[in-house]
C-alpha cells in the first residue's frame, strides 16, 4: 500500500508493507535517516519527529495510518545555510557526543521551545524526559536549552 | 599542580581550548551516517537465529524451511563458516555459529541474508533448532568451586604475618551492567570480485577485528578491508566482535552487500557485559588508620567464553586497594566460566567492581576507627614516589590522589532541601514521597585505573599527518566513539603545525596501521602522541624544505617573513610523515603478581548528595561533585562531557541498571526494563579538572574517561548509606534493599 | 495488510462489524510495541485516530480518544497526576484512555483511578449496541478484557459527584518513564467514604475493601487508624515477584503508599 503525507514541507508519497512503523518509512523508503532506530518500544526518544504537531516516538506511529499527516523529522529544521536555533545551541554548547539521540533531542527541544520559550530547569527536564542520553550526563544538553532561554526558536 | 576553570581556553582550535567537535553539525541535522545508517542499492538484509536457553544440545537443525521462502538468499550455519569457526581477541573460543551446543542466551546458531528486513527476520523464524536443554550454570560461587575458571590472577605483597588493630570484613555483590549504547549493533559488507570483502561495522578496534575475521573467513589478510563506520556509543560493547564475520560470510556467499540492524534485544543478548562480581574483603588498619593490611577475593562471573576476561579480572586485582598505601597485600581473583551472558569491557575495565567495595571498606574501617572518611583516605591515598599496593610498581608519573579529594571536599557541601516539587523529591512525578519524608546522606569515594596497555603488550599507534597545499590530512584508524578523538586529533595537529585546516580521516585497516583499541583509556596518550610525533616531523621537514623557522596556515616563515606558500612548499609534493608510538615497555608481573605491569595512572573522586525515602527505598540524587586528574586539559568542554557523562553510567550502575536473568536468560533486554538515567533522574554534576602534566602524553595530557564512571557508584552508595544506616552491599541498590525487605 | 479509517464513530462500529478481529489502533504506543517485535500479527487495522466522536469530553463523560496529555492539562486532579507519570511526552500526546483499557496490563496506570471512583467503560458494537460495564467486569485479568469482537471502547463514565479529594500516586525505581512497581489512587469524600485502588499488586487493579471499610468509619482518623489502614492495604493486595520487583516490597510499598495518600488526602 501506498500512504500519502506531507514530510518537512514536501508531499511524499511511500511504498508500506504491513503494519511497519513511520521510523521505519522514513529511514528505510524515503532516505530520510536522521530519526534513529534505538528502542523499538518508545523509550528512548531518538526516533522523536513531530505528527501533525504532536512530538511522537515515529517507531510507534503506524505508517500506514500516517495517511494525510504533516511530519516534521530533523532534516526539516535547519535551512541550506543555516542550522536551527536549538543546532546550534547544542553545537555549541558540547551536547553532542556519540550523536545517535541528538536528533531526538533537536526535534524534542524545538518542539519544547516552540509551546514555552522560557522553559525553568525542572520544566527541560520534564520535557526531556523521554529522550535518553547515554554519553553526556544531560549536563551539557540542560546548558544548550538553558542557553535558548527566551530566544524564540 | 593547578586546578583549571573549566572554560580555560587559549587560541581557537589549539590544545587548551575548548574546540567544537567537528562533526557536531552534522551529527545536529541526522546527517552523519552511523552504521546503521548505511545501505546499498544492491543489498540484502541479514538476520540471525539465536538460542532461547543458555544451555543444551542442539539436537535438530534444519534450515530447509527457511531457504523455501521466496526472497531468501542465503541460510548459513556452523559448517559454512569458512575458517576457524572462533572469535575472540585473547583466546578465540567463541563460536562464530554454535555447532552441536548452546552455551549462552541469544548465542547465533545460523544467518540469513533475503531481499528485505521483513523477508529476512521471517526466515531466521522458518529455521528449525531443537534443544536438549542442559542445567546451566548460573551460580558464580558454583561455577568458581567446580573449577570453572577462565583466568586466576594473584597478588601476593608484604607480610603473610602482618596484622592491624582495627579489622573490618565484608562480602559485596555487583550485578550485570550493560553498555546500553543507544546504537545497536550494524554493518554492511561487500563482496569484492576476487574472494575478498569489505566490511563496515560497529568497532573500536579495527585491526584486531580484521585479524579474527580473516582466520574465521579462512582469507588471506590482504583480502579483507575492514572499514570504521559511525557509531553511536560504545563504552567497550565493541571490543569484541558481534556481526562482522556474519555479514561477510553472507556477503561472500550471495555475492551481494549484506546489511544487518540488530534490534535492541539482539545488542543485549550478542555483546558482552560488565562482570557481575562476588567480593570478599578484609582491611586491616593501626589505631591511626594507616592501612596494615588488606586481603580480597575477587570473583568475576565471565559467561561462557573467555572474551577479555582475562584482562579485566587481572585489572580487578591489581586495583583491589584502590589509591591506597598498603604495605601488606593478598589479593586473588577467579573469571569464573558459566551460563550467564557473556561478560567482557566495560568503561572502568575491573576497577569498578573492586572500587564498590574497597570504597565500602574504608567507610566501614572510618567507622570503626572513629575517623572522618575523607581524612582516612587522605591518610593513606597513594601518590607519586609510592608503590601500588598490590604490585608494589613504583609510581613514577604524577598521581594527584591528594588533590583530587581535596578539590572535591573543598566545594561547598550545601545544596537546597527539598521544596515541594515533585521532580525534585524521590519518586518524582509518581508524587510518592512528601518532602517531610525524606533523609539527606553524602557520600564519598576514590577510584584508579591504569591508562592504556599493560603486562608487557607491545601497545602502539599509529598515525600518518600529510601536509598538503590544502591544508593537513591525519590518518589513524583511532575510532570516534562520540568522546571526540577527531577534536583532540585536529587539536593536536594543529597546536603543533600552526596550521588551522586539518582534516582527521579514519582509514581501513589496508590503508593504516592499527592504532590499537580505542579503550583503556588510552587513545588521547597513544594515538595522540603518535599525531603529536608525525606532526613534529612533519612540521621540522618544512621548515628544512624553506629554510624557514616557523610554519602556519600562510606558509614557512624565516624573520617574519613567508618565505614559502604551502602551495610553494608542498603543492606539487606533500610532506609526509608516518609514525609507530610506543609508550614505555611495561612487563608481565611475576607470579605473585609483583613487578611494573603498568605504564600510567589516572585517580578521580566523587561525592554524591543523595534524598532517600527510607520508606519506600526510593533515591533522588540531589548533586554529584567530582574532580578529575587529566594531566593537561586539551579539551575542557569535552572533559567535562566526559565526566558527566561517566559519572552518570556509574550513577545508573548504583541504583538502576542491572540486567536480570532466569537460567541464564535476561528477562529485561529492553528500554522498558532495562532503565538507563533519564533527565529527570540525572543530578548536575561539579567538575573540577585538576591538572598536573604527565610525560609522556601530548603535552602532559592523560587520559581519563573511565575514571568518572568507577568511583561514582560507590560515592552514591556511600551517600544512601549515610542517609539510611543500611549495609547495601549490593549494586544496583534496590528500594526493597533500603527499605530491609526482599 | 489493510487499513481502515473511519471518520466518525457509525464507521468505525460499521468497520469493527464487518472486521471483528481487526486490530483497533488508537495512540499506537502498545500495539506498535508488539508489531515491533513481532509478538502481534495484524492483517486489519481499524484506525481510530480520525474519530472525532471518541476524542469528546464532557464533564464526567471521558472520550476513549482522549489522550493523557489532555489527562493531564484536565479539571480531574487523579487523573491529572496519573496522566503525568504515564511515558515519556511523546507518549502522552498520543496514548490514549481507551488504548490504557484495551491493552488492560496489570499496571495500567489509568486503572487505580477508574477503579477508586467506580468508573463505569462504554463498549458499542454494530451489532450489539451500547454496554456500559463497570470497571471490575471490564478488566477481567492480566491483559485480558471483556470487550468482544466487534466492540470498541468509546467512553469511560465517571460518576456525577467526584469526592474532591483524591490522589493518586506512583512507585517506580526511575523518576521519569517508567512502569509502576506499585500505582494506587485514593479518594475520600466529604462523608469519609474511603475508596482505595491499587495497581500492580494483582492480575488485575483492585480495590482493598476491608481497608476502605474501616478508614470510612473514621470521621477524624488517628495515627492509628493510619497505621492500621496501611496494613489493611499491604494485606489485601495480591502481588508478585518479576524482574521489576519482589512480592514483599509490593506488599509493602503498597500499605506505605495508600496511607500517604489517604494523609494527602485529609490535609487537602
Known amino acids: ?153 | ?742 | 495488510m489493510d487499513i481502515d479509517r473511519p471518520r466518525s464513530l457509525d464507521e468505525t462500529l460499521a468497520a469493527a462489524g464487518e472486521y471483528p478481529d481487526a486490530t483497533l489502533l488508537a495512540g499506537g504506543t502498545d500495539v506498535m510495541v508488539e508489531v515491533n517485535f513481532r509478538t502481534r500479527q495484524v492483517r486489519r487495522v481499524i484506525s481510530l485516530r480520525g474519530v472525532a466522536d471518541l476524542s469528546e469530553w464532557n464533564g464526567t463523560r471521558i472520550g476513549a480518544g482522549v489522550t493523557y496529555r489532555r489527562m493531564e492539562l484536565g479539571p480531574i486532579p487523579a487523573l491529572a497526576q496519573l496522566a503525568r507519570t504515564v511515558g515519556s511526552p511523546q507518549i502522552r500526546s498520543v496514548g490514549t484512555l481507551g488504548g490504557n483499557l484495551g491493552t488492560a496490563s496489570p499496571a495500567g496506570d489509568t486503572h487505580p483511578f477508574l477503579a477508586a471512583c467506580d468508573a463505569s467503560i462504554e463498549v458499542r458494537s454494530r451489532d450489539g449496541g451500547t454496554r456500559i460495564l463497570s470497571w471490575s467486569e471490564f478488566l477481567t485479568g492480566p491483559k485480558l478484557n471483556a470487550l468482544k469482537p466487534g466492540e470498541v471502547i468509546t467512553a469511560v463514565v465517571l460518576p456525577e459527584h467526584l469526592p474532591a479529594r483524591q490522589e493518586f500516586g506512583k512507585v517506580g525505581v526511575r523518576s521519569a518513564m517508567v512502569i509502576s512497581t506499585v500505582s494506587a489512587c485514593v479518594m475520600r469524600d466529604e462523608e469519609g467514604r474511603t475508596t482505595v485502588a491499587l495497581g500492580a499488586v494483582g492480575p488485575t487493579v483492585l480495590r482493598a475493601a476491608r481497608a476502605e471499610e474501616m478508614m470510612s468509619a473514621e470521621s477524624h482518623p488517628s495515627a492509628e487508624a493510619l497505621a492500621e489502614f496501611s496494613r489493611l492495604v499491604s494485606d489485601e493486595v495480591r502481588p508478585i515477584t518479576d524482574h521489576r520487583s519482589t512480592e514483599a516490597y509490593r506488599r509493602h510499598a503498597s500499605g506505605v503508599l495508600a496511607r500517604r495518600l489517604l494523609e494527602r488526602c485529609l490535609a487537602a
Open chain 2, 1 to 742: 599542580m593547578s586546578v583549571a576553570p573549566p572554560d580555560a581556553t587559549t587560541a581557537p582550535g589549539r590544545v587548551g581550548s575548548s574546540t567544537l567537535r567537528p562533526d557536531g553539525v552534522p551529527k545536529t541535522k541526522g546527517a552523519f551516517a552511523y552504521a546503521s545508517d548505511l545501505q546499498d542499492e544492491r543489498m540484502l538484509w541479514g538476520a540471525t537465529v539465536r538460542a532461547p536457553l543458555a544451555r543444551a544440545r542442539i539436537t535438530r537443525l534444519d534450515i530447509a524451511p527457511a531457504l523455501a521462502i521466496v526472497g531468501v538468499h542465503a541460510v548459513l550455519t556452523a559448517e559454512d563458516v569458512p575458517g576457524l569457526n572462533a572469535m575472540g581477541q585473547i583466546v578465540q573460543d567463541r563460536p562464530v555459529l554454535a555447532e552441536n551446543e548452546v552455551t549462552y542466551w541469544g548465542q547465533p546458531i545460523a544467518v540469513v541474508a533475503a531481499e528485505d528486513r521483513e523477508t529476512a527476520r521471517r526466515a531466521a523464524d522458518a529455521v528449525i533448532v531443537e534443544y536438549g536443554e542442559l542445567e546451566p550454570i548460573t551460580d558464580l560461587v558454583e561455577g568458581h568451586e567446580r573449577g570453572l575458571v577462565f583466568r586466576e590472577h594473584k597478588a601476593r605483597r608484604g607480610d603473610p604475618e602482618a596484622h592491624g588493630e582495627v579489622a573490618v570484613e565484608g562480602y559485596y555483590e555487583v550485578g550485570t551492567q550493560d553498555q546500553a549504547p543507544l546504537g545497536t549493533e550494524a554493518g554492511i559488507a561487500f563482496p569484492d570480485t576476487e574472494g575478498g570483502v569489505d566490511v563496515y561495522a560497529v568497532s573500536q578496534w579495527i585491526h584486531v577485528d580484521h585479524e579474527q575475521i580473516v582466520d574465521c573467513l579462512g582469507l588471506r589478510p590482504e583480502q579483507v578491508r575492514v572499514h570504521p563506520a559511525g557509531m553511536g556509543g560504545a563504552f567497550g560493547s565493541r571490543e569484541d566482535l558481534s556481526l562482522q564475520v556474519h555479514l561477510c560470510m553472507l556477503a561472500l556467499h550471495t555475492g551481494r552487500p549484506v546489511r544487518m540492524v540488530y534490534d535492541r534485544q539482539e545488542s543485549f543478548a550478542s555483546h558482552v557485559h560488565r562482570h557481575a562480581a562476588r567480593m570478599w574483603y578484609r582491611h586491616e588498619a593501626d589505631r591511626d588508620g594507616r592501612l596494615v593490611r588488606v586481603e580480597a577475593r575477587v570473583l568475576l562471573d565471565a559467561g561462557a567464553y573467555t572474551e577479555t576476561s582475562p584482562a579485566v579480572l587481572n585489572n580487578a586485582v591489581y586495583f583491589a586497594v584502590g589509591p591506597y598505601q598498603c604495605p601488606n597485600v593478598f589479593a586473588e581473583g577467579y573469571a569464573v566460566q558459566t551460563n550467564n551472558p557473556p561478560s567482557g569491557a566495560m568503561r572502568g575495565f575491573g576497577a569498578v567492581q573492586s572500587c564498590f567495595a574497597y570504597e565500602a571498606q574504608m567507610d566501614r574501617l572510618a567507622v570503626e576507627l572513629d575517623m572522618d572518611p575523607v581524612e582516612l583516605r587522605l591518610l593513606n591515598a597513594l601518590e607519586t614516589g609510592d608503590r601500588l599496593a598490590t604490585t608494589g610498581q613504583l609510581i613514577e608519573e604524577p598521581l594527584p590522589t591528594r588533590a583530587v579529594i581535596e578539590a572535591v571536599r573543598s566545594l561547598p557541601v550545601d545544596a537546597d532541601r527539598p521544596g515541594n516539587d515533585p521532580l525534585g523529591l524521590p519518586g518524582g512525578t509518581g508524587l510518592t514521597t512528601p518532602p517531610n519524608s525524606v533523609v539527606r546522606g553524602v557520600g564519598f569515594a576514590v577510584g584508579i585505573k591504569n591508562l592504556a596497555f599493560s603486562e608487557g603488550f607491545d601497545d602502539y599507534a599509529d598515525a600518518r599527518v600529510v601536509l598538503t597545499a590544502a591544508g593537513v590530512e591525519v590518518h589513524t584508524a583511532a575510532i570516534e566513539v562520540g568522546q571526540g578523538m577527531v577534536t583532540i586529533l585536529q587539536q593536536i595537529a594543529r597546536t603543533v603545525l600552526g596550521v588551522d585546516q586539518v582534516a582527521v580521516i579514519f582509514d581501513d585497516t589496508s590503508l593504516i596501521g592499527s592504532a590499537g583499541s580505542t579503550s583503556a583509556s588510552r587513545q588521547t596518550q597513544m594515538a595522540g602522541g603518535a599525531v603529536y610525533r608525525a606532526a613534529a616531523r612533519v612540521r621540522e621537514e618544512a621548515l628544512r624544505r624553506a629554510d624557514g623557522d616557523d610554519l602556519t596556515g600562510a606558509g614557512v616563515w624565516r624573520d617574519g617573513t613567508v618565505v614559502a606558500t604551502l602551495e610553494e612548499l608542498c603543492g606539487s609534493d606533500p610532506i609526509e610523515h608516518e609514525v609507530r608510538y610506543r609508550h614505555i615497555e611495561t612487563a608481565e608481573p611475576d607470579e605473585d603478581g609483583q613487578g611494573s605491569p603498568h605504564v600510567d595512572f589516572s585517580v578521580a573522586a566523587h561525592r554524591a548528595i543523595v534524598d532517600v525515602d527510607p520508606e519506600l527505598g526510593l533515591v533522588k540524587l540531589v548533586r554529584i561533585d567530582s574532580a578529575q586528574d587529566v594531566g593537561r586539559a586539551l579539551n575542557p568542554q569535552s572533559i567535562i562531557g566526559q565526566i558527566e557523562g561517566g559519572t552518570m553510567q556509574g550513577v545508573g550502575l548504583a541504583v538502576m541498571e542491572e540486567l536480570v536473568l532466569d537460567r541464564g536468560r535476561v528477562l529485561n533486554a529492553n528500554f522498558t526494563d532495562y532503565l538507563l538515567p533519564t533527565f529527570l533522574d540525572a543530578p548536575p554534576v561539579q567538575s573540577v579538572i585538576v591538572e598536573e602534566p604527565g610525560s609522556w602524553g601530548p603535552f602532559g595530557a592523560k587520559g581519563f574517561s573511565e575514571l568518572p564512571t568507577i568511583s561514582s557508584t560507590p560515592a552514591v552508595v556511600a551517600a544512601i548509606r549515610a542517609a539510611t544506616g543500611k549495609a547495601l552491599t549490593r549494586v544496583p541498590v534496590r528500594p526493597e534493599h533500603i527499605v530491609g525487605i526482599e
Open chain 1, 1 to 153: 500500500m501506498n500512504v500519502h503525507f506531507t514530510v518537512n514541507g514536501e508531499e511524499r508519497e511511500a511504498a508500506v508493507q504491513g503494519p511497519e512503523s513511520l521510523l521505519f518509512v522514513l529511514r528505510e523508503r524515503l532516505g530520510l535517516l536522521g530519526a534513529k532506530d534505538a528502542c523499538e518500544q518508545g523509550e528512548c526518544g531518538s526516533c522523536t519527529v513531530i505528527v501533525d504537531g504532536d512530538l511522537v516516538c515515529s517507531c510507534l506511529v503506524m505508517a500506514a495510518d500516517a495517511e494525510g499527516t504533516e511530519v516534521l523529522t530533523v532534516e526539516g529544521l535547519a535551512t541550506e545555510d543555516e542550522l536551527h536555533p536549538v543546532q546550534q545551541a547544542f553545537v555549541e554548547h558540547g551536547a553532542v557526543q556519540c550523536g545517535f539521540c541528538t536528533p531526538g533531542f533537536v526535534v524534542a527541544t524545538a518542539h519544547l521551545l516552540e509551546h514555552q520559550p522560557a522553559p525553568t530547569e525542572p520544566e527541560i527536564r520534564e520535557a526531556l524526559s523521554g529522550n535518553i542520553c547515554r554519553c553526556t550526563g544531560y549536563g551539557a544538553l540542560l546548558r544548550a536549552v538553558q542557553s535558548m532561554g527566551g530566544a524564540s526558536p
